[in-house]
């Protein structure tokens, strides 16, 4: 009897706690609170996959493509960079692209140490701020590991450490306040779904302005700098590519069907690009390479990153052919310039992002975005502005950046140091036996 009434009585009061959280659940909804779990679950996946595309990813892409001497150093910028932005991050660097708007072009300091950043969504999300700030946090730090494939084989580990710090604040920040945090270009209307201005051009303009002030390496031209490791650069696309549904999609910010379309985007232009970039190589060298494969993959899906949720799949395949080869002539053009931009940040990632920015004005058609095939010339403009915008504001800032740096610690190893290799000069240790 007794067991019988415990029985009944813990079943009643199982009943009331469910019904309590069910109108509970209710009344958050009511309020439009509530956080989507499958919205969450994406951008946190999401998450993972960016940071998956620095480490490893852009590090063995990188590390890959430079001399065995240089292998470590070279993978060390990659890792080193989220580290250091995920606490600027943190500290400021978040409150300044994505606080309260200050004249259109900053964030203010409300968000400073992640103050009133919690687990419930901000108005009008279905996610956790927190969710939001880490997605953010990881585009953050990939923008500066790709600046550093200019600088690679002769800058000094301690230069790169300031480097970062001050350019995430000074000049990433801003960017992306301009375009995502309410800032004047998104008030403009200007279209980067996910970062095709704020990332690439951003980080392909201030590998342009570092490879300039730093000079090219020593033996440039003359000495053999071949790729020690095309395997491993190989791999590092690989995972580029895995990691940029999350890039790409994630930035949906939701599990609905504009991610859906931004993922399929992703994949058609990368293979489109890769295929371009083929094509233009087999007909002017002579023969088709893995490092073109690869290269121009990358090319096609930093193309595609500003258009990815406002195109469809035709539209993709054009923006990720003309990818490939704008950024194959790029690459072309430091050949003939003579700037040593020692692993193409420029080539790919600036022209890239500057082609898919411009086409995303031409091609927009889904996603709320209407460009000038689908009706609207006006976007083409637009587009422009946010463009030419991001290459003057990166290309000055960076440049002062860069002689704040010289003048506190120097920029640039000794010719010993650099003959020797950064790996033990740097750090201490050998990639090799």
Known sequence: MFTYKFRKIGLSFF??????????????????????????????????????????????????????????STMMHSFIAICLVSVVWVFWGYSLAFGPDVGGMIGNLDFVGLTGVGPEPSEGSTIPHLAFMVFQLMFAGITVALISGAIAERMKFSAFVLFAVLWVTCIYAPLAHWVWGGGWLAGLGDLDFAGGTVVHISSGVAALVCALVLGKRNGYGTDNMSPHSLPFTVIGAGLLWVGWFGFNAGSALAADGIAASAFVATQIAAAAGALAWLSVEWGYRGNPTMLGAASGAVAGLVAITPAAGFVGPVSAILIGVGGGVVCYLGVFLKNKM??????????????????????????????????????????VVIQAIGVGATWVFAGVGTFVILKVVEGVVGLRVSKEEEVIGLDLTQHSERAYG
């Open 338 to 379: 003579g700037y040593d931009d020692a692993l193409d940040v420029l080539g790919i990632h600036g022209i890239g992002g500057t082609w898919g920015g411009l086409a995303t004005g031409l091609f927009a058609s889904v996603g709320g975005g209407t460009g000038l095939f689908f009706g609207n010339p006006g976007q």
């Open 15 to 72: 009943g009331f706690f469910i019904l309590s959280v069910q109108s509970i659940s209710s009344a958050f909804a009511q309020e439009g609170s509530l956080v989507n779990a499958g919205d969450t679950g994406w951008v946190l996946t999401s998450s993972a996959l960016v940071l998956a595309m620095i480490v490893p990813g852009l590090a063995l892409f990188y590390g890959g493509m430079v001399r065995s001497k240089n292998v470590l």
